[in-house]
């Protein structure tokens, strides 16, 4: 694996992310921590890069499998099934509080039964979009 391009790919999914979280879909708790003291903000910090690059790792090897696909339906199916489980990997970080992650806001498209899905599939298409775009 090629770290510069995970680290790249890593940065454009923290940007996404954000822009995620203006529209209410996720919330970064770690930057709340910023108010307080600066070295407990910068370790925060380093340790949501850190859960992002985990992240990047994951998508980054479903991408290069994606990629491998020569059918173009097949390969367009699994992109979509790869960007739920993006979503679904973000909502696990979440479920198990892991205190420096993104966490979803499940309940973000409405409080029907279809709801978390569809949520769990709108975040991960970008994500997965730049994994299976940039090489």
């Given at each position: 694996m090629n770290f510069g391009s995970i680290a790249l790919k890593t940065l454009i999914v923290l940007v996404l992310l954000f822009l995620l979280s203006l529209a209410g879909a996720l919330t970064f708790p770690?930057?709340?921590?910023?108010?307080?003291?600066?070295?407990?903000?910068?370790v925060s910090l380093l340790y949501l890069i850190l859960a992002m690059l985990i992240l990047s790792v994951v998508g980054n090897l479903l991408g290069r499998g994606i990629r491998t696909i020569k059918k173009p339906l097949d390969g367009l199916i699994l992109t979509f099934v790869g960007a739920f489980f993006m979503g679904a990997i973000l909502a696990i970080f979440a479920v198990l509080n892991i205190p420096y992650a993104a966490h979803l806001n499940l309940n973000w498209l409405g409080t029907s039964w279809y709801s978390p899905l569809l949520t769990l599939l709108f975040i991960g298409t970008p994500l997965m979009l730049v994994?299976?775009?940039?090489e």
């Open positions: 770690a930057l709340s921590v910023f108010s307080g003291n600066a070295g407990a903000g910068l994994y299976t775009s940039v």
